[in-house]
Structures are given as structure tokens and as C-alpha cells.
């Protein structure tokens, strides 16, 4: 199974400075249509999660631009260039290039410090 | 509007079975592959199960923690997913997610989930 590790687990964060979430797989998921079937979900308080970001990189829509995602093969990172109190909430990345089975990171906690 | 609307849930004894069921909306349903994913009270996120939709034979997957108690199907004809669940423990205690897949990822939309407690 490919093993999900995000970091950190904690992320307090001041309003407008900037965040970052690191994903890590335990190997590469770089498919071979070239795509990294890696999503990024944030869960607010109370709701179920929502999609932010897949293939590793291109937003869904509505979501807002300071929301941005990168990374290849085995390192991936999920930036908010300025927090806002809505962001406050659980991030999780998935992956979905080698399965079954489909694998979550454990999660990050963002709040605001 | 994509809505996934799960049913189902509710309070049974160890040993007990389940059947949750998931009404989509707003799209193709048989266009999707579908999964239900769960998470324990306070815990992550865990994937249960996936189907494929026709294109792909419906082909099934399970995690490990399910394998042969849990069964999941779909009927096209009514836009619901379900998952059917036997020989159920405390640890399947959780709230069930339905989610709809597409080229893009396994999962792209959540429905607002159904809790499921197992206790005796």
C-alpha cells in the first residue's frame, strides 16, 4: 500500500501570513499518462471535506486562488499564500495513482494562532 | 449542483448488519465511479470501497479492513450506491461518506455523510 505522510500534523497560523502543508509518498505517483493522481481536501469544522486541488496541481473551481498545490513523484505541497479565518479547518491529501487501496494522510490541523 | 445524499445509518450491536445507501443528484450518475470512505470520531479519513461504473464492468474494490463484510453495488437505473454491511464490529463505528469519482481523481465530490454506531 502507498504509505501517505503529511507534515505538519499542527499548522497555527496568523491571519494573512502565509501556510504550507507538505504531503509524502512512500513512492512515486507519477502514473503513466504522466499525471500525479494526488488531490488535496480540506474539511471544515462540522462539514464533510471538500476537494481543493488533483492531479496535483490544477484548483477546482470556486476555490480561491490563494489556495495552490505542487509537487512530483514522491513530495507534494499545499500552500495558502494568505490565511483567512475560513481556512480554519482539517487538510487531508490523497492519493489514487496505486490502488486499491486509496490512501489519505493522516491530516493537518490549521487554526489560527 | 452535484448532491450525494446518504441514508442508512443508526445504532446496532456487534455482529449486527447495515445497509447505507447513496442518492446522487444533479449529474450523470452512471457516467461516475463511486466510493464510500469513512471516519472514526475524532480520526481520518479511511476508503471502504469503490465501483467503477459500466465502462469498467463495474469492477469492485475493498479495503482490507472490510473485505468479506461489507458488499457494495449500484443501480444506475435510480442514481443510489450502496454498501451493504455484515458481521459488523465497534471499530466500524464511523461516519460513512458517499463520493463520486471521475478522470480526475477517485474522489471529487463528498456527500454530507451518515453516522454509523456499533455498540453493544
Known amino acids: 500500500d502507498v504509505v501517505m505522510t503529511q507534515s505538519p500534523l499542527s499548522l497555527p497560523v496568523t491571519l494573512g501570513q502565509p501556510a504550507s502543508i507538505s504531503c509524502r509518498s512512500s513512492?512515486?505517483?507519477?502514473?503513466?499518462?504522466?499525471?500525479?493522481?494526488l488531490s488535496w481536501f480540506q474539511q471544515r469544522p462540522g462539514q464533510s471535506p471538500r476537494r481543493l486541488i488533483y492531479k496535483a496541481s490544477k484548483r477546482d473551481s470556486g476555490v480561491p486562488d490563494r489556495f495552490s498545490g505542487s509537487g512530483s513523484g514522491t513530495e507534494f505541497t499545499l500552500k495558502i499564500s494568505r490565511v483567512e479565518a475560513e481556512d480554519v479547518g482539517l487538510y487531508y491529501c490523497m492519493q489514487g495513482t496505486y490502488w486499491p487501496p486509496i490512501t489519505f494522510g493522516q491530516g493537518t490541523r490549521l487554526d489560527i494562532k | 449542483e452535484v448532491q450525494l445524499v446518504e441514508s442508512g445509518g443508526g445504532l446496532v450491536k456487534p455482529g449486527q448488519s447495515l445497509r447505507l445507501s447513496c442518492t446522487g443528484s444533479g449529474f450523470a450518475f452512471a457516467d461516475y465511479t463511486m466510493s464510500w470512505v469513512r471516519q472514526a470520531p475524532g480520526q481520518g479519513l479511511e476508503w471502504v470501497a469503490f465501483?467503477?461504473?459500466?465502462?469498467?464492468?463495474?469492477?469492485?474494490a475493498y479495503a482490507a479492513s472490510v473485505r468479506g463484510r461489507f458488499t457494495m453495488s449500484r443501480d444506475d437505473s435510480r442514481s443510489i450506491a450502496y454498501l451493504q454491511m455484515n458481521s459488523l464490529k465497534t471499530e466500524d463505528t464511523a461516519v460513512y461518506f458517499c463520493?463520486?469519482?471521475?478522470?480526475?481523481?477517485?474522489?471529487?465530490?463528498w456527500g454530507q455523510g451518515t453516522l454509523v454506531t456499533v455498540s453493544s
Open positions: 465501483i467503477f461504473n459500466k465502462p469498467h464492468d463495474g469492477t469492485i
Open positions: 463520493t463520486r469519482g471521475d478522470s480526475t481523481s477517485k474522489i471529487d465530490h
Open positions: 513512492q512515486s505517483l507519477m502514473y503513466s499518462d504522466g499525471n500525479s493522481y
